[in-house]
C-alpha cells in the first residue's frame, strides 16, 4: 500500500453510487477527488461536504474505516465507529470515550497541525535536514544524530509519535529525505466529504449540555454517540425517507429514536407521501389499525413506529420488511398482524430490542423466514398440535412457556401455535420450543407428506431436544431417514449417553460420532443409495446398541459400525484406509480430470492423518483380529508384533513445561490423559507374554483410544479448511478432542457443538474442540482462521462470518454437477446482467426488476440501482449486483414471464435454448442443490440450498454467523468463473474453498454487516483468476484441465 | 498452502537441484522389504565460544563432530559467519585435527586446509532474517519505541542479509516480504499498527514455515512482549518444526522476566532449544544490546551441515556436536539438540513440505 505522499489518494469511486446516501444518482454532485471520478452527464449538482483534516487515507486509518470505501460513506462509517466502538457504558448515555476515541481525537488535532504546515497550497515541504525541526515537532520524534547520511529519527514525544505511525504518516520516506540532498515533499491537505443533508442540521442537532461549541461536524460526530448513532441510522435509509424524516420534525428531534432507526430504521420507505408497508397496499389497513396511524400520513405512522413499545414495533415492522412479498403478505394479514404482534409483545415490552448492543432477538426474523407452508397455505406443524400441547407442557421453565401451554389446550389451527412461536422468540434460548419448533420443522418438511413425522417421534425428539438436539441436523439432511430410523439413533445414544465409565464413555462417543460422521459424507455424496439409507444407517449403529460396556466390546462394535458402513458403500466389509479414504475422497470418476481431483482430496486426508500421526485402520482392526485369534489359543500372527510397535511410534511433542508448571499455568485445561495412555499401551509385551490368558481377551479393548482418534481425524480431515495449520502442525489436535462434556454440568456437552477450548495458553498444550463432532466444518475453520493473513492493514476479518463462508466452501462438493448445469450458472447470471442492461433504457422493464429485487434488496440500495439505471450507469450497477441477485433475477423473470424474451441478450437466449435442452439440469431446483450453501444455524440444515434472502445483521448470540449464511453469492460465482475459463465442474472441488481462502485474505471491512466488502473481496478474487494469478491448475496435454 | 507458495518452493528446489545434485541414496538389497523414507539434509547453525565467551573462528569442518541418536554424522557443507557455505570434499568425522590458532577478542583458529570444495553461491551467502514484531495491546505503551528499536537493528545489519519483516498481533502481517533492500524493510517497520489480541506463537509457527522455505542459513528474531491470548498451536509444535528446520529462534522480551514467567520460561526454553538466545530487555539500551548480540551471532555462526545416515527412528532424533581436539576442549557450543523428520511427502497440499532442503530416499527395513 502506497504511503499518501507518493501517490495520489485513490479509494474507489463509484460515479452512481456515489451520495447515494443522500443524493440521487441524476444529481450526483462531483467528487471530493475531482481527479478520480469518471465524467457522465449523471454528474450535475454538487452536494454539501464537510473537510476531515488530512489525507483520507490515514483518517481511515485512525477511525478504523476501510480504506476500500467510497468518499460518501466516510462520514457515515465514522459514525457507526463512534457510536458502536467510541464509548464505554450504556449506548443512550454519553459514557467514558474509550482508547480508540481518544487517539482518533489526538490524530484530527494533530493533522490540524500539519494541515497548517503545511499552508494553503496543501503540501508539506522539507528542503534539507536543518529544516524539519517544526514537522518533527509535530510529529513527536527528533534526529537521532546529527544531520547527514547516518541520521535516523526516534521518539521523542511518544503520544504524538503514536499517532504518526499509526496514522501512516511516511516517516521511513522522511528518514531517507532527510538522510540525502533530496528535500520532503508530501500533500497534506484537508479532504472535502460529502455530509447528509447540510452542515447546519447537525450542528443544529448536537447535544448542548458539555459546552461543545464547534460547528465542524466531524468533531461534533466525535463527541456525540447519539448524534453518531443518528447519523449513523438516517445514512442507511434511501433519500426521499431520509429527508421526508428531516422534513417532519429537524433532525434534532429524532435524537431519542436513534438507537430504534439504527437497528430499525433501514427499511421504512416513504414514496409518493405514504409509508410501503410489508404486504403492501392491501396491508396497509391492518398497519394503520396496529400502528394507530395511517401508512398515508408518513409522519404519524414513522412516529408511531418509533415510539410504541419501546420498540418492538418498529422491530417487528422491519423484521416482516425484510421477508420476501409472498411471506409479507402472509404476515400482513390483518388477524395474523395483530395476533402475531400481541403474542410477541406478550404483557411486557421491557426491554426495548434497541437496548442492547446487538439486535437482540434473532429467532424472531428466523422464525418468519422459516416458517413452512403445507398445500393449503397454512404452517406445517410437526406431528400434530396435540404433540405440541405435550411438549410445552413439559417445557415448564419459563413463564411464557407455561402460559401458552396451558392456552394450547385450546388450539384449533396451526396458526395458534405460530403465534405462541411469536412469544417464544423473545426467550432467547437454545433449547426452547422455538428452536425445537425450527428444528423439527426443519426435518420435517424435507419429507414427503406421506412419510412425515410421527407425533410420536417428534415428542420423543423435543424430549430429547436439550441434550441430543444438535446432532438432529443430519434428520434435516436426509430426508430418507425414517422414523423408525430416528428412534434407533436416539435410543443408542442413551445408551452411550449412560455408560458410567467415564473414559469408556468419552472413547464411545468419539468412536460413534465419527461413524456417523463418515456415514453422513458418504451418504451426502451419494455413495450411500437413497434406497439404502435406512438400512444401512440402522446396522451402522445398531452394534452401539448391542453393549458396550466395556473396551472390548466397544472395539468391537466401533469394528461392526464400521464394516457396515463399508459394505453400505462399496459392498465389502473389510476396506482398507486407503480404500475408504478414496472414497470418502469422492465417489468414482469416469473422466481423468475426475480422478486427478479425487486423488487430490484423498491425499489431503492422507496428509492431515499423517501429520496428526494417527495410526491406521488397517493396523488397529489386523491387531483387533490377531489379538482375538491369540485369546482363542492361536499362535501370534507374524505381523503382529511389528503392527502392536506402530502403535509406540508416536511420540508427544518435547515438553517445553514441567508437570508443576503446566499445573499453575494452565490448570484445568491442559489434559493428556488420553494422549499418556496411548503412550504407555505396550501390546507388544502382552504378546510376548506367555502367560497372558484373559488380558488377551480384553487387549483390544486397549486399541480402542486409537481407533477413536484415528476415526475422528478423518472426520477432521475431510473437513479441512483450506490453509489449515493446527491440523499440520500440532499432533495432539485430534487427539485432544474432549468427548467427556466434563466442562458442563451433566457431561450434555458432549452432544453439543464443539467449542475451541485452551486459545492463548502457552503451558496448556495448544487448542482443542470440546463436545461432540456437531458442526465440525464451521468449528474447524473457527479454529484455523486466524491463520489466514488479510492481505490489507487493520482489516477486519470477524470471527463469526469467516467460518461460514469457509465451511461454506469445505462441506460441499461437485461431483454430481454436469457441464451444462454449470453452464446454466453463467447464463443466469449473465442473463440477470442483460435485463438489467436493458432495463437502462426501458422503464417497464426496470420497475419489473426492481419488484424482483425488493425481495433481497433494502430500499436504498433499490433505490440507487433505480437511479443508477436510469442515468444508464449500467458498470457501475453490475459491479454492485451480487452474483446472487443477478441469477435470481433471471431465474424469478422467467418464472413469472415464461414466454418474454423480447429483453434478453444473447446469454438469455441461449439459457432457453440450454433449458429447452436439459430442463432439469437448468431447473432452480437442482441449482440450488449443487450451488447453494449450507444453512445449520439458519436453517438448521447441511443441505445446500438458495434461499433468496437479504443478508442478515448481526445478531445477539450469532454475531455475523446469519450474515455469511445469507450470503449465497460465492459458490455461484466461483462456478460462473471456473465455466467462463472451461474448467470441468469437478475440478469446482479444488477451486472453490481455494478461491473463499483468497477472498477472506483480501476482506477489507469496516463492520460485522459489511457485506459490500465481502462482495469486493470476491470480485478482486475473480479477478486475480482470470489473470491466472491464482489457484491455477494443472495441465495435461499443454492444456488446462477441462 | 497457497499455490504461490507452492511455486516459490519447486523453484527453489530447482536452484537446489541445480547447486547439489540430486543424491538418492540407494535402496538397500534388492528384495528386502524397504520402506521408503525421505530424509532432509540436517542444517545446523553453531555458535562456538570460549571460556571467557569470545566467539571462536577459523574453525574447518575436522574440527566438528556431529552425532544424531550417537550415530556418526559426515559434514556436507560448511561455512562460517557470512561467507558463503561450501560443500565439504573431505569426511570431516576423524579427519586432521586442527591446528591451533592465534586467538584474540575472537579467538581464530584458522589454517589453510583444503577440505572445503566449491561455493554454494550467493544464494546461499549470508543469512535470512526473520524478524517478527509485536504489535498486539501488549506492545502498546512502548510501541514507539521497540518500533525505533527495530528500525535500528534493521539499519545495522551490513553484509549480505535478506531481511524480512513480520508483525503480529492476533493475525500475522507480512510487512515486508524478504529482501536485500533495507529501506524497504523500513518502510515494513514504519508502516505498523498497533492494537488487538496476541497470537505470538501462531504468527511464529508462520514465520518459522516461511524461513524454512529458503535456502541457506535462516534465523528468526522475535521482538515481543511476551504474552499471547490467543494462539491455537503451543509453543512445543513451534519449537519442534523450527528444529527440524535448523532455524535458531532469538527472542527479545521488552518485559522484564518476572513478571510473566509463562512467556519468559518459553522464550528462554524455545531459543536454547533451537540454538537462539533469549534476551529481555526493558529499556532501550538493553534492547540495544540485545540486537548487538545477535548481530554479532550471525556473524559468527558456523553452517553445518549433513545427510543423515540411515537410522530407523522415525521419532524424535538427538543431535549431538562435540569439538575435537584439546585445544578446543573448554569451548562451549551452541545449537540445536535435535529434531523430528518430517513427515513423508505423498501426500497434498495440506503438507509442510518446504524445508528448504534435498529430499532424498533412504531405505530400512
Redesign the interface.
Known amino acids: ?1 502506497k ?1 499518501p505522499c507518493l501517490s495520489a489518494l485513490t479509494l474507489r469511486v463509484s460515479l452512481c453510487f456515489l451520495l447515494g446516501v443522500s443524493a440521487y444518482c441524476p444529481a450526483s454532485g462531483p467528487l471530493p477527488d475531482s481527479s478520480t471520478a469518471p465524467q457522465s452527464a449523471a454528474v450535475a449538482k454538487p452536494a454539501a461536504s464537510v473537510a476531515v483534516p488530512g489525507p483520507l487515507r490515514s483518517f481511515l ?1 485512525m477511525a478504523g474505516i476501510s480504506q476500500k470505501i467510497s468518499p460518501e460513506e466516510v462520514l457515515p462509517l465514522l459514525a457507526r465507529n463512534v457510536a458502536v466502538e467510541g464509548y464505554q457504558g450504556r449506548k443512550d448515555r454519553i459514557g467514558r470515550p474509550t482508547e480508540f476515541l481518544i487517539l482518533l481525537k489526538r490524530y484530527v488535532d494533530q493533522a490540524d497541525e500539519l494541515v497548517r504546515l503545511a499552508g494553503p497550497e496543501g503540501v508539506i515541504r522539507v528542503p534539507d535536514c536543518e529544516h524539519a525541526g517544526p514537522l518533527l515537532a509535530i510529529l ?1 520524534y527528533q534526529l537521532q544524530g546529527t544531520c547527514g547520511k547516518q541520521v ?4 521523542a514525544d ?1 503520544e504524538r ?2 499517532l504518526t ?2 496514522s ?1 504518516f ?4 522522511l ?2 529525505t532527510l538522510r540525502g540532498t533530496k528535500p520532503f515533499v508530501c500533500p497534506f491537505a484537508s479532504s472535502p466529504v460529502p455530509v447528509l443533508f447540510s452542515p447546519v442540521d447537525w450542528v443544529g442537532a448536537a447535544r448542548t449540555e458539555g459546552g461543545s461549541s464547534t460547528n465542524d461536524v466531524v468533531r461534533l460526530l466525535l463527541e456525540d454517540p447519539v448524534l453518531a448513532r443518528l447519523y449513523w441510522a438516517l445514512a442507511r435509509m434511501d433519500s426521499e425517507t431520509a429527508a421526508a424524516m428531516k422534513q417532519f420534525a429537524g433532525v434534532a428531534s429524532l435524537r431519542p429514536f436513534a438507537p430504534v432507526l439504527d437497528f430499525y430504521g433501514s427499511h421504512i420507505s416513504i414514496r409518493n407521501g405514504r409509508v410501503l408497508v410489508p404486504g403492501g397496499a392491501s396491508a396497509e389497513s391492518a398497519w394503520k389499525s396496529l400502528a394507530g396511524a395511517s401508512p398515508d400520513s408518513p409522519k404519524e405512522f414513522v412516529a408511531r413506529l418509533l415510539v410504541k413499545d419501546d420498540g418492538w414495533f418498529a422491530a417487528y415492522f422491519d423484521t416482516l420488511s425484510r421477508l420476501t412479498p409472498a411471506r409479507q403478505v402472509y404476515f400482513a394479514d390483518s388477524h395474523r398482524l395483530q395476533h402475531f404482534y400481541e403474542a410477541l409483545l406478550g404483557r411486557d415490552s421491557s426491554p426495548g430490542p434497541a437496548r442492547p448492543v446487538f439486535r437482540p432477538d434473532p429467532d424472531l426474523l428466523l422464525l418468519v423466514t422459516r416458517l413452512q407452508f403445507d398445500s393449503s397455505g397454512q404452517p406445517t406443524v410437526p406431528g400434530d398440535l396435540q404433540a405440541w400441547q405435550q411438549i410445552l407442557r413439559q417445557k415448564s421453565d419459563s413463564r411464557v412457556v407455561r402460559d401458552w401451554a396451558r392456552r394450547a389446550s385450546h388450539w384449533k389451527s396451526s396458526e395458534e401455535l405460530v403465534e405462541a412461536m411469536f412469544a417464544f422468540s423473545r426467550i432467547g434460548s437454545d433449547e426452547g420450543p422455538l428452536r425445537i419448533y425450527l428444528m423439527l420443522n426443519a426435518i420435517d418438511n424435507v419429507r414427503p407428506v406421506d412419510r412425515r413425522l410421527s407425533p410420536q417421534t417428534v415428542r420423543l425428539l423435543a424430549e430429547k431436544f436439550s441434550r441430543y438436539g444438535q446432532q438432529y441436523l443430519i434428520f434435516s439432511e436426509f430426508e430418507g431417514l425414517n422414523d423408525a430410523s430416528i428412534a434407533r439413533f436416539l435410543e443408542v445414544v442413551d445408551r452411550l449417553d449412560r455408560i458410567s465409565n467415564l473414559t469408556l464413555r468419552a472413547n464411545a462417543l468419539g468412536i460413534f460420532q465419527s461413524d456417523v460422521g463418515l456415514w453422513q459424507i458418504l451418504a451426502r455424496q451419494r455413495q450411500i443409495s437413497p434406497e439404502n439409507l435406512n438400512d444401512s444407517w440402522q446396522r451402522m449403529i445398531s452394534p452401539f446398541a448391542a453393549g458396550t460396556n466395556s473396551a472390548p466390546l466397544l472395539f468391537d462394535a466401533g469394528r461392526a459400525s464400521l464394516q457396515e458402513l463399508s459394505r453400505a458403500v462399496s459392498g465389502k466389509t473389510n476396506l482398507s484406509q486407503d480404500e475408504l479414504i478414496k472414497l470418502l475422497a469422492g465417489p468414482n470418476q469416469p473422466h481423468p480430470e475426475g480422478q486427478q481431483v479425487r486423488q ?5 486426508i ?3 492423518m ?2 496428526q500421526r494417527l495410526v491406521s485402520l488397517d493396523t488397529l482392526l489386523a491387531l483387533g483380529q490377531g489379538l482375538n485369534e491369540m485369546a482363542q489359543g492361536k499362535a501370534a500372527a507374524n505381523d503382529l508384533l511389528p503392527l502392536a510397535g506402530q502403535l509406540r ?1 508416536f ?1 508427544m ?5 514441567t508437570s508443576s ?1 503446566r499445573s499453575e ?1 494452565a490448570a484445568g485445561f491442559y489434559n493428556s490423559r488420553h494422549t499418556s495412555l496411548q503412550t504407555r499401551t505396550d501390546l507388544a509385551k502382552l504378546i510376548k507374554s506367555s502367560d497372558a490368558g484373559k488380558q488377551l481377551a480384553d487387549a483390544r479393548g486397549l486399541i480402542v483410544p486409537f481407533l477413536r482418534d484415528t476415526l475422528v481425524g478423518l472426520n477432521y480431515a475431510y473437513y ?1 479448511p483450506p ?9 495432539l489436535f485430534v487427539r485432544s478432542h474432549d468427548f467427556s462434556g466434563e466442562m458442563a454440568v451433566g457431561g450434555g456437552q458432549s452432544w453439543h457443538v464443539p467449542h ?1 477450548f485452551g ?2 495458553l ?6 482443542h474442540l470440546a463436545g461432540s463432532l456437531a458442526d465440525l466444518p464451521f468449528v474447524l475453520a473457527e ?2 482462521q ?5 492481505e490489507n ?2 482489516a477486519l ?1 470477524w470471527h463469526e462470518l469467516v467460518p461460514g463462508l469457509v465451511s461454506s466452501s469445505t462441506l460441499p462438493r461437485w461431483w454430481g454437477v454436469s457441464r451444462n448445469e454449470l453452464h446454466a450458472v453463467t447464463l443466469y447470471q449473465r442473463t440477470g446482467e442483460e435485463l438489467l442492461a436493458a432495463s437502462a433504457q426501458d422503464p417497464t422493464l426496470r420497475r419489473t426488476l426492481l419488484d424482483i429485487l425488493s425481495g433481497r434488496m433494502v430500499p436504498q440500495r433499490l433505490e440507487q440501482i433505480n437511479k443508477c439505471l436510469q442515468a444508464g450507469a449500467v458498470d457501475d450497477v453490475l459491479s454492485r449486483v451480487m452474483p446472487g441477485e443477478t441469477f435470481f433475477l433471471a431465474a424469478e423473470f422467467r418464472r413469472r414471464f415464461p414466454g418474454q424474451t423480447d429483453s434478453w441478450g444473447k446469454a438469455g437466449a441461449e439459457l432457453e435454448h440450454l433449458a429447452s435442452l436439459h430442463p432439469a439440469e437448468v431447473s432452480w431446483k437442482r441449482l440450488s442443490d449443487d450451488f447453494g450453501v449450507p444453512h445449520p444455524a439458519l436453517a438448521q440444515s447441511y443441505s445446500r440450498e438458495l434461499l433468496n434472502l437479504k443478508p442478515f445483521p448481526a445478531f445477539m448470540g450469532y454475531s455475523s454467523r446469519l450474515l455469511a449464511e445469507s450470503w449465497d453469492s460465492n459458490n455461484l460465482y466461483w462456478a460462473r468463473l471456473a465455466d467462463e475459463m472451461g474448467y470441468a465442474p469437478v475440478m469446482l472441488n479444488r477451486l472453490v474453498p ?1 478461491l473463499t ?2 477472498m477472506v485474505e483480501k476482506i477489507f471491512a469496516t463492520d460485522f454487516e459489511d457485506w459490500p466488502a465481502i462482495l469486493r473481496a470476491m470480485r478482486e478474487t475473480g479477478e486475480e483468476f482470470r489473470q491466472g494469478k ?3 491448475l494443472p495441465k495435461i496435454d499443454g492444456k488446462y484441465e477441462r | 498452502m497457497r499455490p504461490m507458495l507452492k511455486r516459490y518452493f519447486l523453484f527453489s528446489l530447482a536452484i537446489w537441484g541445480v547447486c547439489f545434485g540430486s543424491v538418492p541414496r540407494t535402496p538397500a538389497q534388492e528384495g528386502e522389504t524397504n520402506i521408503r523414507v525421505e530424509v532432509d539434509m540436517v542444517q545446523l547453525n553453531v555458535a562456538v565460544m570460549d571460556s571467557k565467551g569470545n566467539y571462536v573462528t577459523g574453525l574447518r569442518p575436522s574440527d566438528f563432530v556431529v552425532t544424531e541418536d550417537g550415530i556418526p554424522q559426515k559434514v556436507a557443507t560448511f561455512g562460517e559467519g557470512n561467507e558463503a557455505t561450501r560443500r565439504v570434499t573431505r569426511n570431516a568425522p576423524g579427519g586432521d585435527k586442527p591446528e591451533g590458532r592465534s586467538p584474540g577478542g575472537s579467538s581464530n583458529f584458522a589454517d589453510s586446509s583444503s577440505e572445503l570444495g566449491s561455493e554454494l553461491g550467493s544464494l546461499v551467502a549470508g543469512a535470512n532474517v526473520f524478524i517478527l514484531f509485536d504489535t498486539s495491546n501488549y506492545m502498546y505503551r512502548g510501541f514507539v519505541f521497540a518500533q525505533d528499536a527495530i528500525a535500528e537493528f534493521v539499519r545495522s545489519l551490513d553484509g549480505p542479509d535478506r531481511v524480512a519483516f513480520y508483525s503480529y498481533s492476533r493475525d500475522l502481517s507480512r510487512a515486508t516480504t524478504l529482501t536485500a533492500d533495507r529501506s524497504q524493510v523500513l518502510r515494513g517497520v514504519r508502516t505498523t499498527v498497533a492494537g488487538d489480541d496476541a497470537a505470538l506463537y501462531n504468527a511464529l509457527l508462520m514465520t518459522v514455515k516461511d524461513a524454512g522455505q529458503n535456502e541457506g542459513r535462516k534465523v528468526v528474531v522475535v521482538f515481543s512482549n511476551g504474552p499471547d491470548n490467543a494462539s491455537m498451536v503451543p509453543p512445543e509444535d513451534v519449537a519442534e518444526l523450527a528444529q527440524s528446520k535448523g532455524i535458531p529462534i532469538y527472542m527479545i522480551s521488552t518485559r522484564e522476566a518476572k513478571l510473566e514467567p509463562v512467556s519468559s520460561t518459553v522464550f528462554k526454553r524455545m531459543s536454547a532449544a533451537t540454538g537462539g538466545e533469549a534476551y529481555f530487555a526493558k529499556t532501550w539500551r538493553e534492547q540495544q544490546n540485545a540486537f548487538a548480540s545477535i548481530r554479532n551471532d550471525l556473524a559468527h555462526l558456523y553452517s553445518l551441515s549433513y545427510y543423515p545416515q540411515p537410522n530407523p527412528n522415525r521419532g524424535w532424533r538427538g543431535i549431538s556436536v562435540k569439538l575435537v581436539g584439546e585445544r578446543l576442549k573448554k569451548c562451549h557450543i551452541r545449537t540445536r539438540n535435535g529434531y523430528r523428520p518430517q513427515g513423508t511427502r505423498a501426500s497434498g497440499e495440506g503438507v509442510a513440505s518446504t524445508s528448504g532442503s534435498e529430499p532424498e530416499a533412504a531405505s530400512s527395513n
Do not use: K
Request: zero cysteines; proline letters at 11%; glycine letters at 10%.
Open positions: 500500500m504511503p486509518r513527536g535516523a529519527l526516534e521518539t511518544p509519535a503514536f505511525i499509526d501512516g511516511p516517516l521511513a520516506e528518514e531517507e487430490e482430496m484423498a491425499n489431503r492422507q496428509s492431515v499423517e501429520s511410534e511420540e511433542p518435547r515438553p517445553m513445561f508448571e499455568w479441512e490453509g489449515a495449520q493446527v491440523l499440520h502442525n500440532n499432533p475451541v486459545t492463548g502457552p503451558a496448556g498444550g495448544g487448542a479454529a484455523e486466524d491463520f489466514i493473513v488479510p492493514v487493520q476479518i481455494e481462502y483468497r491464482i489457484a491455477s
